[in-house]
């Protein structure tokens, strides 16, 4: 190998796939940066309206990531464990599990984030591949 060209099937090889490991790494790390800057984004519009009222802070403090990696598949997920979370995002309008009535207007805090999140996700994902190749 010289000056970055190759006359060995086995060393392009080599070469591609140290390539595809940096940028596992790389994508894998711009993805727990997203994740988190996704579950900021989430926690500052569910603090008042037009998203939530901030009661305790509980659920606000509830939204957390995690970043896995299988193979050469990395998936950032983003959520909450609170159980209020899909009324607050969309609303309820009947009769609960206890009897009470509601008719609770929206108000959207995960949907408005990740909206705005994805072109950012897809940037820093092509930064992270550029800068490992």
Known sequence: MS?????DA??????LDRGVERS?????????HSAQALVQDVR???SGRPGPRVITGRYRASWSSEVH???RVVVG?????APQGRRLEFGFVGVDSLGRHYSQRPY???GPAVDQAGSRLVQD????VEGAL
């Open 44 to 46: 500052q519009r569910a």
């Open 24 to 32: 596992l790494v790389a994508v894998e790390a711009a993805m727990r």
């Open 125 to 128: 994902l092509g930064r992270a």
């Open 77 to 81: 997920d983003v959520g909450t464990s």
């Open 108 to 110: 959207p805090h995960l």
């Open 10 to 15: 086995g060393a392009l090889a080599a070469a």
């Open 3 to 7: 000056g970055g060209s190759f006359t």
């Open 69 to 71: 990696r299988a193979g």
